[in-house]
């Protein structure tokens, strides 16, 4: 038996937002029957925001409680900010769901992301990787693609072929597909080990004035803009210590913001292993 959340079981329950949008601005799905999981989802999108959302899936309580939660994280959110958001941040907005249930976090992400490429006609970029790599299926078994193994372990830190497995269900029926996804991990850690190294190391005093501009020039102006502001409260090693203020701070998406955008800004800027906490007032 599972261990979930009580976040999980709510969702579960009482799922938010279950449906369909006739006039939808845009549509995008997920898996599929044959692999026992599949989700649809239905946005409306205006003046560049996110209006209201609604899903179909027939899954599991993980896919249910993922789809419910996601629906609930986009909807009053600017487009340039749900394009950032990433699996881990819905199963961390759901307190966690068990590894072997982390491939239906995944499943709504690219649910959302099918439903925004087709929004801007496929001109909307989410990762670095081509387009040929992207499109090359893996895992014949569950139809997985490359570009979605890359994104599950880039998002998510997955070191293993169970991992991948976990995420994405790539190879957890044949098995014939674990080779190759043990290469393309071994790839893709051999490119951020690379990375990594041409990177000058910051001192914990650099890395703390560097935090503080970040956050006072490029994070603070873009919350005012929205009526609310971020106040910086400590530092410890990698970790960032913050308030949110204003309608920051009562907003029903606050871990979204904290996540997909302070949070991943530090990281883009910084250190991709920063952290960011919310001290809640
Ligand atoms: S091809 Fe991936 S499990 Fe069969």
Redesign the pocket.
């Known amino acids: 038996m599972w261990d979930y959340t009580e976040e999980v079981l709510d969702h579960y329950r009482n799922p938010r937002n279950v449906g369909k949008i006739d006039d939808a601005d845009a549509v995008g799905e997920a898996g599929s029957l044959a692999c026992g999981d599949a989700l649809k989802i239905y946005l409306k999108i205006k003046d560049g925001v996110v209006v209201d959302a609604k899903f179909q899936t027939f899954g599991c309580g993980s896919a249910v409680a993922s789809s419910s939660m996601m629906t609930e994280m986009i909807i009053g959110k600017p487009v340039e900010e749900v394009k950032k958001l990433t699996n881990k941040d819905i199963a961390d907005a759901l307190g966690g769901l068990p590894p072997e249930k982390m491939h239906c976090s995944v499943m709504g992400h690219e649910a959302l992301e099918d439903a925004l490429k087709n929004y801007y006609n496929d001109e909307i970029t989410f990762s670095d990787i081509n387009s040929d790599s992207a499109s090359k299926v893996v ?4 139809n997985v693609t490359e570009k979605q193994i890359i994104d599950a372990i880039r998002d998510n830190n997955l070191k293993t072929v169970e991992d991948v497995t976990n995420y994405t269900k ?8 674990k080779g190759t996804i043990q290469n393309i991990i071994d790839t893709y850690l051999n490119k951020e080990d690379s990375q990594k190294a041409e990177k000058p190391k910051l001192s914990s005093a650099q890395k703390i004035i560097k935090i503080n501009k970040v956050i006072e020039n490029q994070i603070a102006p873009e919350l005012q803009k929205d009526g609310g502001d971020i106040e910086l409260v400590d530092i410890d090693e990698n970790k960032v210590y913050v308030k949110l203020h204003g309608r920051c701070s009562q907003c029903r998406n606050s871990v979204l913001t904290l996540k997909a955008f302070v949070e991943q800004t530090l990281k883009d800027a910084i250190d991709k292993d920063i952290e960011v906490i919310n001290i809640e007032q």
Do not use: I, L, N
């Open positions: 895992c014949t078994c569950f790539a190879g957890g029926a044949c098995g014939r597909c």
